[in-house]
């Protein structure tokens, strides 16, 4: 094994951990007000709006054209079709469970859609040092800036939906081991299709509107919590800050 390549794995080990350590910081509070849980809610509903918008639709719309949105609309009206056809749909209502906020539907629709997006997250990191060791150390600084976050946008959604504490450290180690595969493929990969990046990023991005707009915002706007709308807005700066970054170092 040459030093590219422990330099590869350092760099997935690490990114992976910020992603665990940020649901852990979830996971392990002692206990959540329901305020605390709308604050942590309207940030993941920023930040998965800033991932489709940002990120996922415009990387969907240049590997495979006009059919991305397509393929978004699939997305989106799977998962409705699942949280409100398939699976008997609950009211998460006040006068019924105020402790549940999002459905676990949604909440395995964000873990998917999280999971897809931190597998192409991992691959950007090896390519990049695979090709070319500045540049990919650049890109793997940036990348880790928004590993964190993301570990708290998956814990807090999976413990809103009314999951254990275990299961959102799970779904955030999940995610993390994402990143480690997508790290690990550039090992076994020369090259991804650009068609099969577009299909998942167009369908990820329909799935992660859906749980952003149609589970996540409603619940913010229940609330008598006028900060959540900054807050939301605080997610997606989060997101477009880190990218921006990414974007700034290497060059588009």
Known sequence: MNDISIYIIIAGIVAGSAEILGGAFVAWQRELSKRIQENLIALGAGFLLALVMIDLLPESIENIGTSAPLWMLFGFSVIHFVEHTVVKHLHFGEETHSHVMVSKIASTSAFWGLFIHAFFDGLAISAGMYYNLSLGILIFI?????????????????????QSRRTAVKATAGIAGGTMIGTLMIFFLQNVDPKITGFAFAFSAGAALYVSASDLIPEINRSDNRILSVTVFVGMVMYYGSGALLKGMIGH
């Open 142 to 162: 940036a990348i880790l800036l928004h590993k964190f976050p993301e570990g708290l946008t998956i814990a807090s959604i999976m413990l809103a939906s009314n």
